[in-house]
């Protein structure tokens, strides 16, 4: 920052002019941006007119509400509000309007990580040369509660990229348009109609779900059923597999989605499978299927093809599905002792908070403690009753019991019928009720189905 007279300059930013748009219309329209970054922007240092008048109409909301606007029309509606108060024109509302429209746009394009990843460092840059500034003024002053104040805003550039700086939500009058959006939260079903039902339509956006079942029980069969099913529904999906090998993903995923069976394919015989995949194809949301190692791959590495998929495809994914989580790196070494259950719960919260920051389901399977349980009973001795006797439960995991508590969802697969049919039991459901479970539903691994399947599912809606 510059004087000339008794004018005050700010340095510009002097950012590309399509990654400036970028910024302010992320700031303006997207929650997880402006609570990691979009806060920490100076106006002022804008290279336009409606740049600046986008971004201080969003940093005043967020002074209103607690976090940022979230959604260009607040935007525009507050410029509305500032025209009428004669602060600015009708024609500043027209561009910005304009501006943000263009962003509206472009959205499902934009990179919000890559983006931050640019702009954080110059943001953090400026904070701490702004407090190195008032560290000197403070210190020659001796001033303590300016050095403090320094303290704290040195703390504020760390944070910058790492922790949401929102205030939370109001608890008031006008919060209850937060509530009334999560009745329309974007659901995905899982492709069993009875499980759907339990589960209010499906799983919503941004929510990590966790399935337990024993060997052989159908986990991994369940994970492609549930990929197909997404495909079916134009869902942008990522399959990471750290067991089993990508042809046989690939079978099963074929399979799935043209009733061929898996053997068929694998023994080579494609033809009618083909021809059915040329019919439905255009109808199907992309899918990558890809082999990861295991006990090596971390959940960067994960972020990484992931955003690499998205630069790819030109917008963001639905689904990632990983089989299994259980078997990704721990993002540091853990203790001697208990240091495997420490380190898989901390990837499965990784994780989750991954898919609630990006926006998408994930879907992962794990492994129970085997069939040596008396699962006629619940923790404490109480015996189970009704249709939930005999079932996986929360607990039954195999290692960490942190995957039960972080999930979102958790599932248990519990074969009937010598493994002619499956029920599915919610075992936990942050989002809705839990412990109630569907009939036992016919399943068909030849095809890698577990329930029948609806080729035209999402065909009238696109």
Not at 51 to 61: D, N, P, R, S
Not at 263 to 289: F, H, S, W
Request: charged share 25%; hydrophobic share 35%.
């Amino acid at each position: 920052m510059v004087k000339r007279g008794d004018e005050e300059l700010v340095t510009p930013y002097n950012f590309a002019p399509r990654f400036e748009r970028a910024v302010v219309y992320l700031a303006c329209g997207d929650l997880r941006f402006y609570g990691l970054g979009g806060h920490g922007l100076d106006p002022k240092a804008l290279s336009t007119g409606p740049h600046k008048l986008a971004v201080e109409a969003a940093q005043a909301i967020a002074r209103d509400i607690g976090h940022g606007p979230g959604s260009s029309l607040l935007v525009v509606q507050r410029l509305s509000r500032w025209r009428a108060d004669g602060k600015v024109t009708h024609e500043d509302v027209l561009a910005v309007d304009e501006l943000l429209e263009e962003g509206d746009a472009a959205h499902s394009t934009l990179n919000v990580d890559a983006i931050l990843n640019e702009l954080i460092p110059v943001l953090r840059q400026r904070m701490q040369d702004a407090a190195t500034r008032d560290l000197i003024d403070a210190t020659a002053k001796n001033d303590d509660e300016g050095i403090a104040q320094v303290e704290d805003a040195l703390a504020k550039a760390r944070s910058l990229g790492k922790v949401e700086n929102t205030l939370g939500t109001k608890v008031s009058s006008h919060s209850f348009e937060e509530i009334t959006r999560a009745r329309y939260m974007d659901r995905l079903p899982l492709g069993v109609a009875e499980l759907d039902v339990l589960l209010d339509g499906g799983v919503p956006r941004g929510t990590l779900t966790v399935v337990l079942g024993d060997q052989k029980s159908g986990k991994s069969m369940f994970s492609s059923h549930v990929t197909a099913s997404a495909q079916l529904r134009r869902q942008f999906c990522a399959y990471a597999s750290l067991e089993v090998p990508r042809h046989a993903i690939l079978a099963r995923l074929k399979s799935n989605l043209t009733g061929v069976p898996i053997n068929t394919l694998l023994n080579g015989d494609t033809a009618q499978a083909k021809q059915v995949m040329a019919e439905i194809e255009d109808r199907l949301g992309p899918c990558y299927v890809k082999n990861f190692p295991a006990k090596a791959t971390t959940v960067a590495h994960l972020r990484s093809w992931v955003s690499d998929l998205e630069a790819a495809e030109g917008r963001k994914l639905d689904l990632l599905v990983v089989d299994y989580l259980d078997k990704l790196k721990p993002p540091k070494s853990m203790d001697k002792e208990g240091s495997s259950y420490a380190g898989t719960g901390n990837v499965f919260e990784e994780v989750r908070v991954w898919a609630e920051q990006q926006g998408f389901w994930c879907f992962s399977p794990t492994q129970s403690q085997g069939r040596g349980r008396d699962r006629g009973k619940h923790k404490g001795g109480q015996e189970n009753t009704g249709s939930t006797r005999d079932v996986l439960d929360m607990g039954d995991e195999a290692d960490s019991v942190e995957k039960s508590r972080v999930a979102d969802l958790f599932l248990t697969l519990n074969p009937r019928d010598e493994g002619r049919s499956i029920l599915f039991y919610v075992a936990g459901y942050r989002h809705g009720v839990s412990r109630r479970a569907t009939p036992p539903i016919p399943v068909d691994f030849t095809c890698g189905r577990l329930a029948p399947v609806d080729l035209s599912a999402g065909a009238e809606e696109w």
